[in-house]
């Protein structure tokens, strides 16, 4: 089977550097499927799972925010926050989604409001993803 | 009067020692901060120069009216992010990136955003009116710590309250070298910034943009701010323990020399007090005899 090489970088870590056979990333339009000769394409990234699939096994990670581009060479998604399913703490997702739901009932601005209500979906699915795995 | 002398040096001495040691632990402290701030730099860099290369390439192939960030327009008011330290004691680190922000401010409408405990004091001082200042955040510098900046920026310059956005950080060449830099952020202008002209064979292949180029590129921009502001941040602060570093190092030795010059000094007056004394008795004897 074909593969295609994947590089995972975010400010903190290379995350991932490696041949895969293909990955599922979610981007503001919803989920891709990115193949081995996928043509040229570039989107943003929003909240949501990463799935690299390498020898038939299945690696799940959360990633929120950043871009995806692939082009001839590879692909190469830069993250904003990318972390394996193992490695949430789903502890601390959980009171984070706690925070966030309380304050999204405070009456605040509205970019409090906005702020609030991104953080309890990078909670949520950070909770999802752990879940999931 | 000689054993006042000495009484004098001796003091002396152990105020020099007592600033020796506290330049050496500076030291100290600066070199393992620097240590993991270098760590940072090497991880974050493959992120920027990736980030770079794309950008630049999505801009070959975006025309310049597409966005609002590439556009350029008449300059009224600009935006410089200054970058310094949060702490003093660093040799050349601050004042130089104050100057190189004075020599690229000059004759402009200039407006400020500060990073850094130094940097607030510096521009509260003076002329330039100061629209935000972040202190304290270089150290546990995270992408997250960028957001509040960098929307402030945006939303300035999508207003039109600003015109143009420059970003003054000191880059980290090596552990003796530091260099301040200036860098235009906004509006995006890549061939003039990097010397790059578009990716040769970017033109020919026809690239993919969900959902449309222009989307794209607003929602990368801000990406792209993000991690170059994070970069600068993180090469300052590098930059800036290097510097103390060397500072604390230089006047390690110098307290070092003039413990040596002082103790020289010291036996001296030692031993002219004895000659003193001696022939004071000499003398002394000789009368009685």
């Not at chain 1, 799935?51 to 581009?69: L, P």
């Not at chain 2, 920027?48 to 390439?57: A, E």
Request: charged share 25%; aromatic share 6%.
């Amino acid at each position: 089977m074909s593969t295609f090489h994947l590089k995972v970088l975010t400010t903190e870590r290379s995350f991932y550097d490696d041949d895969v056979d293909r990955i599922v990333v979610r981007t503001t339009q919803g989920d891709v499927g990115i193949l081995p000769g996928h043509v040229p394409y570039i989107a943003a990234l929003g909240i949501g799972g990463l799935t690299i699939i390498r020898d038939g096994q299945e690696h799940v990670a959360a990633i929120a925010g950043g871009f995806v581009d692939c082009s001839k060479e590879g692909t190469v998604v830069l993250a904003r926050t990318c972390e394996w399913a193992n490695e949430i703490d789903i502890n601390r997702a959980r009171e984070a989604a706690e925070r966030a739901k309380a304050r999204l009932h405070q009456q605040e601005s509205e970019h409090e409001h906005d702020i609030a209500q991104l953080k309890l979906k990078k909670a949520i699915n950070r909770m999802r993803i752990a879940e999931e795995k | 009067m000689a054993s006042g002398n000495m009484k004098d040096i001796k003091r002396r001495i152990k105020s020099v020692q007592s600033t020796m040691q506290i330049t050496k632990a500076m030291e100290l402290v600066a070199s393992s901060k620097l240590r993991h701030a270098k760590e940072r730099v090497s991880q974050s860099r493959p992120y920027f120069n990736t980030m770079y290369s794309t950008i630049t390439r999505l801009a070959s192939v975006t025309r310049d009216a597409d966005s609002v960030f590439t556009q350029k327009r008449e300059v009224k008011n600009s935006l410089y992010i200054v970058i310094a330290g949060d702490r003093g004691l660093a040799g050349g680190f601050n004042s130089s990136i104050f100057k190189l922000g004075a020599a690229q401010m000059g004759g402009k409408n200039a407006h400020v955003l500060t990073i850094g405990k130094k940097a607030q004091e510096h521009y509260s001082k003076r002329d330039w009116p100061v629209l935000g200042n972040y202190p304290g955040i270089a150290e546990t510098m995270k992408i997250s710590d960028t957001h509040p900046i960098i929307h402030q920026t945006i939303d300035l310059f999508k207003k039109g309250e600003i015109d143009e956005v420059f970003l003054c950080y000191t880059e980290f060449v090596s552990p003796l070298q530091q260099d301040a830099k200036c860098i235009q952020l906004l509006p995006v202008n890549f061939k003039k910034q990097g010397g790059q002209t578009a990716d040769k064979n970017g033109a020919g292949v026809l690239t993919e943009y969900d959902p449309s180029p222009e989307a794209v590129f607003d929602a990368i921009i801000p990406e792209y701010l993000y991690g170059v502001l994070y970069g600068a941040v993180v090469e300052s602060f590098c930059s800036e323990q290097s510097a103390r570093r060397m500072a604390m190092e230089a006047a390690a030795d110098n307290a070092g020399e003039m413990i040596e010059n002082l103790n020289l000094s010291y036996n001296r007056a030692r031993q002219a007090a004895i000659t003193q004394e001696i022939t004071e008795i000499v003398a002394g004897s000789g009368q009685v005899g």
